[in-house]
Nanobody, 127 residues
Framework: QVHLVESGGGSVQAGGSLRLSCAASEYTYSTYCMGWFRQAPGKEREGVAVIDGVGRTSYADSVKGRFTISKDDAKNILYLQMNSLKPEDTAMYYC?????????????????????WGQGTQVTVSS
């Protein structure tokens, strides 16, 4: 069982930045896919960014060029640097982990392929 705890959410104005962190209870980052997901009120949970054990990343089109996912393996911490925030980025942000890979060996970007989840951290962007 992997326990994940997010932090770093808050309220910012449009154009501002936030950095989210996700601490894992055990060493996961070399073998697990790690991801950030978000869910806005009335909407389905969606993938934001994922990273695999060797640092390969993928992003949702809506955040490309603005968000950066990274990890510190020594500290077991996953990060999401969010710049140029927009009101439509407002959501609860979740960290997730799983070993599942697609047939090509890449991480999935869909929530249904992730088994372990944090409790979430709220991000609110005002215009």
């Amino acid at each position: 069982q992997v326990h994940l705890v997010e932090s770093g959410g808050g309220s910012v104005q449009a154009g501002g930045s936030l950095r989210l962190s996700c601490a894992a209870s055990e060493y996961t980052y070399s073998t697990y896919c790690m991801g950030w997901f978000r869910q806005a009120p009335g909407k389905e949970r969606e993938g934001v960014a994922v990273i695999d054990g060797v640092g390969r990343t993928s992003y949702a089109d809506s955040v490309k060029g603005r968000f950066t996912i990274s990890k510190d393996d020594a500290k077991n911490i996953l990060y999401l640097q969010m710049n140029s925030l927009k009101p439509e980025d407002t959501a609860m942000y979740y960290c997730a982990a799983d070993r599942a890979r697609n047939s090509g060996g890449a991480c999935y970007a869909l929530p249904l392929y992730f088994s372990f989840w944090g409790q979430g951290t709220q991000v609110t962007v005002s215009s």
